[in-house]
């Protein structure tokens, strides 16, 4: 094994973006990652914008209820809870 | 967004209907595009959700708030949803849904990155609301329609992890793929809804 690895460019970067976050990358490809965002804005950006979109999933706003299935599941719930 | 777990979680039990309105309101779309990755037909899809909010319904009592009541609501979509399709003998296995477009390849367009590797163009910055950290109200109202241009096995898995919040393990457990697949999977969708955003940021 080299001592130092290979420096990582941004196009591989991007492709370990979930591997990073989901911590499933060896120590050494860790490292690389980590490396290469301290030198690089624009993939430490990207990183940022993955997260934000992660998490933005997670809390996705309320879409409208069709009104008939809400009376429909209203009425289910005076029915079974009330 | 809904109110805390808890204190919903109470109100539901004690028959507070605002309560049930709020919590159809924030997930029945979601489920609704979840159980349609599920099942063939809008008609099928519509029965599950209506048996998961019955199923939710009757369950409340036994709920116990170790996952998120969100997470709690899609596992007995996932539930219904598996049971109705094996029911229905029309569920497509999900490793054999070899979408082409879900094929092998970078996740990120190539033309993105000069010849050696770095940014072509630095990568455009989502709007993001600093207090909470979230993309803006306005792009966040744009995730249905982005997750609902995925391909499907894209669609499935980001709806299962980033959506629904289960985790890696029970997402490929689920869906009879391995870990990692799923992981190959969840990247593609992920970097698709992300740059799909970019192009309304852009707009």
């Given at each position: 094994?080299?001592?130092?690895?290979?420096?990582?460019?941004?196009?591989?970067?991007?492709?370990?973006?979930?591997?990073?976050?989901?911590?499933?990358?060896?120590?050494r490809e860790r490292r690389r990652v980590e490396r290469h965002l301290r030198g690089c804005d624009g993939c430490d950006?990207?990183?940022?914008?993955?997260?934000?979109?992660?998490r933005s999933l997670g809390e996705m706003?309320?879409?409208?209820t069709d009104p008939h299935v809400r009376e429909h599941l209203l009425a289910a719930f005076r029915e079974l809870r009330a | 967004m809904p109110s805390p777990d808890h204190a919903l979680v109470a109100r539901l039990r004690a028959g507070d209907e605002a309560a049930f309105v709020e919590l159809v309101d924030c997930y029945d779309v979601q489920l609704r595009r979840l159980a349609r990755t599920f099942v063939r037909t809008n008609a099928l899809a519509d029965d599950v959700v209506q048996e998961t909010w019955l199923g939710v319904l009757r369950g409340l009592d036994r709920f116990e708030e170790r996952s998120s009541l969100k997470t709690w609501i899609f596992r007995i979509?996932?539930?219904?949803?598996?049971t109705r399709a094996v029911r229905e003998a029309r569920q497509v296995p999900f490793s054999s849904l070899a979408s082409p477009e879900d094929g092998e390849g970078p996740?990120?367009?190539?033309?993105?990155?000069?010849?050696?590797?770095?940014?072509?163009?630095?990568?455009?910055?989502?709007?993001?609301?600093?207090?909470?950290?979230?993309?803006?109200?306005?792009?966040?109202?744009?995730l249905g329609e982005v997750v609902d241009t995925l391909p499907e096995q894209q669609r499935t898995v980001i709806l299962l992890?980033?959506?629904?919040?289960?985790?890696?393990?029970?997402?490929?457990?689920?869906l009879g793929i391995s870990e990692g697949?799923?992981?190959?999977?969840l990247h593609r969708a992920r970097t698709r809804v992300r740059q799909a955003l970019t192009e309304y940021v852009q707009a």
């Open positions: 094994m080299r001592l130092f690895a290979e420096p990582l460019v941004c196009q591989e970067f991007v492709e370990l973006v979930t591997d990073y976050l989901e911590g499933t990358l060896s120590r950006a990207y990183l940022e914008e993955f997260r934000l979109t992660v706003p309320p879409e409208p | 979509l996932v539930n219904r949803a598996r996740a990120v367009d190539p033309t993105a990155f000069a010849a050696d590797g770095t940014w072509a163009q630095p990568p455009t910055r989502l709007d993001a609301e600093p207090e909470a950290r979230l993309l803006s109200r306005e792009l966040r109202g744009h992890r980033d959506v629904a919040g289960l985790d890696g393990p029970e997402v490929a457990e689920t697949n799923q992981r190959v999977i």
